[in-house]
């Protein structure tokens, strides 16, 4: 059980372009998703809290006009990059907190999904 | 500040010998800690986890963690290394608002 998957788990795109990340709980519902950036090599950096139904949470210094979020169902949180450029090459990793509660507690585990690895040349 | 530290950027241990993955961290109240595995590429899956009940927690593949609030640490022991257990290792914490907040990671490198 508590799957997550994230679609595609590998995409190349041109300067410019705009590329939509998915990510999926499989066997459970979520209300609330994470997204997260991990450069190589290094730790992974929380960019925003997704929210089923309502606005994400972006954290300090990340774009939310770049980097929107969309969590239209319990099952399903979007991430798209636009207007992507090469800077924004990473691993974007997506995990889910398992649940229907709105208030995240701190004993919550959350579950990963197996990461997208962006490109953009 | 709350943070959490991993000791040891990369770890080499040889297949069949103790593994020990050392993390302090520091918190302001008793935190929830987790020990996550990432292998090349791939996402991360959880291997134990510690929320205030027993101070010794049991994880899958073998590994184990103690909780030493004397010490503020969290080191992950395996008594015996398996190839498979090469991966980067997380030292994860929630802050008071439920968000987690990582180590910087340790590269475990099994030799055979």
């Known amino acids: 059980g508590a799957v997550v998957s994230q679609h595609p788990s590998r995409v190349i795109c041109k300067s410019g372009t705009s590329v939509k990340i998915e990510c999926r709980s499989l066997?459970?519902?979520?209300?609330?998703m994470f997204w997260y950036r991990q450069f190589p090599k290094k730790s992974l950096m929380l960019m925003a809290t997704?929210?089923?139904?309502?606005?994400?949470?972006?954290e300090q210094g990340v774009e939310k006009d770049k980097f929107l979020i969309n969590h239209a169902s319990l099952t399903l949180s979007t991430l798209t990059v636009t207007s992507a450029h090469p800077e924004d090459s990473s691993f974007y990793i997506c995990s889910a907190r398992e649940g229907l509660a709105r208030y995240i507690s701190s004993t919550d585990t959350q579950y990963f999904g197996p990461g997208t690895r962006l490109t953009v040349l | 500040a709350q943070s959490v530290t991993q000791l040891d950027s990369h770890v080499s241990v040889s297949e069949g010998t103790p593994v020990l993955l050392r993390c302090n961290y520091s918190s302001s109240y008793s935190p929830s800690l987790f020990w996550y595995v990432q292998h090349p590429n791939k996402g991360l899956q959880l291997l134990l986890k510690y929320t205030s009940a027993a101070t010794l927690v049991k994880g899958i593949n073998g590994f184990e963690a103690e909780f030493k609030k004397s010490e503020t640490s969290f080191h992950l022991t395996k008594p015996s290394a398996h190839m498979s257990d090469a991966a980067e290792y997380f030292c994860v914490r929630t802050d008071s608002w439920g968000k987690l907040q990582f180590g910087a990671g340790t590269q475990v490198v099994v030799t055979p």
């Open positions: 997704s929210n089923e139904g309502s606005k994400a949470t972006y």
């Open positions: 066997d459970f519902q979520a209300t609330t």
